[in-house]
Every structure is written in structure tokens, then in C-alpha cells.
């Protein structure tokens, strides 16, 4: 047993309704000359670089040991900033995370354009070290600082029409140099079921290692669904929408054979190409033993029920 079993989320941890204030209600709350004390927890806003105060511990965190900071933030894939393991460090000064702003649309009551100052509500942050285990058979253990994503979802009131959601990163060349050659077709693409999106395990993640994300770590806010293969994790997040249909995703929209939608992380369904029944942690040395997977990546008695039904070697 990799991690240990959380009670459900607690009371304390639900953001209440008045709590939140999208866009356009705060706007409509300054034209009725409504004030917001700047010095409540809920007016403060996400830094933009360096340490994230009080962030809180969470029970769902492995008891493994992180990687380090140098490995977490110079071993990474992010396509749009090249396609080498060091190169999204080495080009990561050209992304601007700020400002920031997030589309949200499609089967919610609530839909529009917000800051991502008013998306991300510090005071709720935790961390969360999940292990990220990467399709390429390699794998890594990060102290993420993030928000659960079906809190931040909730609050825009997906209608039963939500069966899915998808999401796509920024898309400005000059920012994610990568995004010149066609490695993939851009922008990147990445989907979650509801169930999958909703489940208490799946983060929006701001920040590493207590500190603001690194914009090759997915700046200013990227996915991470530790059950899943790391490419599902996607990084600098510009849009959200809510689908009835199951969205196009990007690595299976290039390599269908070798990459499906729901990318479970199963030891016992291999890629066409290697065996998926062991990873190398990465930073271990040369001489380090393999590691055996697990299925859902150690997370199965939280998610397995998720895909009651559901063939897994069919559907991976
Ligand atoms: N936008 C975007 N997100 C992305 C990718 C990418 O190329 N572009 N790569 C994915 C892959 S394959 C992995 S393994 C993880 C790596 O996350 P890390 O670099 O923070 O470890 O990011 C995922 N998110
Ligand atoms: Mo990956």
C-alpha cells in the first residue's frame, strides 16, 4: 500500500459558494459598490514566483521519497519547448505566465473568460506527492502544490450534459517555441471523463516543491492525475469545456495504436513497443534495480471502480 486512505474530503475543505466570486459577479459586486477587504484569505492572489504560503499537508500523499528539485525541474516533456528531456528548461524563459486567463465553456451554467487570479483561490492549496509515471517507462516522485480539480470545477456547475472535459494549453509561438514544428498538431489536447475529473485524487497544480510552478513544470497551471500516464498531466492550461462526446486527445490523435484515451497506467497492457511492467526512477544511477508498476500507478483501491465494466485492454 503506497498511500494511505483519506477520509473524504472534509467540510473545511469546500470552498462555499459565497467564498467564490467569478469575473462577473465581482464585477457586478463593484458596480453595486460592493467592497472586498484586501486583507482577507479569499482576496489574496496567486504570487507569481517564489514561495506559496500556507500550504497545507495532505493525506493523500506517498510516503516515498521525492525526487529532487534539479530532477523534477530539468528531466520534463513539454513538447511545446522542444522535444529533449533539458530542453524545456533551457527554453523555458521564453513562456509568460502572467497574466493569465482561462476560457471555460460548454455544458456549465457558468461559462466565460476569467483571470486566473480569480481561478486559483491560494488558500486552498495543498501538496500532494504522487508519484509520475511517464508512458516512456520512466518514473518520478513530485511534491506537487495544488487545488483539487473538481473543487475548482464545481463552481462553474457543469450541467448533466458534462459527460466530459477537455482541455488545451496556450498556443502563442513565441512563447512555446516548439509550437514552430509539427511535432504534434497544436495545440496539444488532453480529456478526462466527469468521474475522472471530479475524483478527489485529480489536482490543478500550481506550484512544486512549495514554490511556484517553473514554466517547465506546465506554469502557471497544469493537470496532474497520478493514476494516469504523465501525458496526461497537461501543462499551461488556457482552456476548459465541458463535452457531452469524448474529446480528441493529442497522443492518440498522432499514434492511435499506441496511445488511447484513458491511458490508465496498467503493467499488464504493453505499449506496442516496450513492456509497461516495470520504470526506472529517475535519478537513481545507472546500476538501479527497475521498479515493477503498478496498476493505476498504486492508485487502484481509490480509482479502480471508476472503470467497473469497462475492458481495460480495449479501452487503454
Ligand atoms: N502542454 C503539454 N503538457 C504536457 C506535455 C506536453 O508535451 N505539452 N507532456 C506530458 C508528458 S508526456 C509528461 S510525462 C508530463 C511531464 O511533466 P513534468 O515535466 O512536469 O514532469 O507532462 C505532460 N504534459
Ligand atoms: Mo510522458
Redesign the pocket.
Known sequence: MLIKRPDPIRPSEITSESNYLNRRQLMAGLAAGIALPACSPQAAELPAEGELANVAKSPYSTDETPNSYEDVTTYN?FYELGTGKSDPARNAQYLKPRPWSIEVSGAAENTGTFDLEDFIKPHQLEERIYR?R???A?SMVVPWVGIPLGDILKRFKPTSDAKYVAFKPLVAPEQLPGQRYRTLAWPYREGLTIAEAMHPLTIMAVGVYGRVLPNQNGAPMRLVVPWK???K?IKSIVSISFERNEPATSWNMSQPREYGFYANVNPEVDHPRWSQATERRIGGGLFAPRIDTQPFNGYGQEVASLYDGLDLRRYF
Do not use: K, T
Request: glycine content about 10%.
Open positions: 516533456n509520475l511517464c508512458v516512456e520512466w500516464y504523465g501525458f498531466s
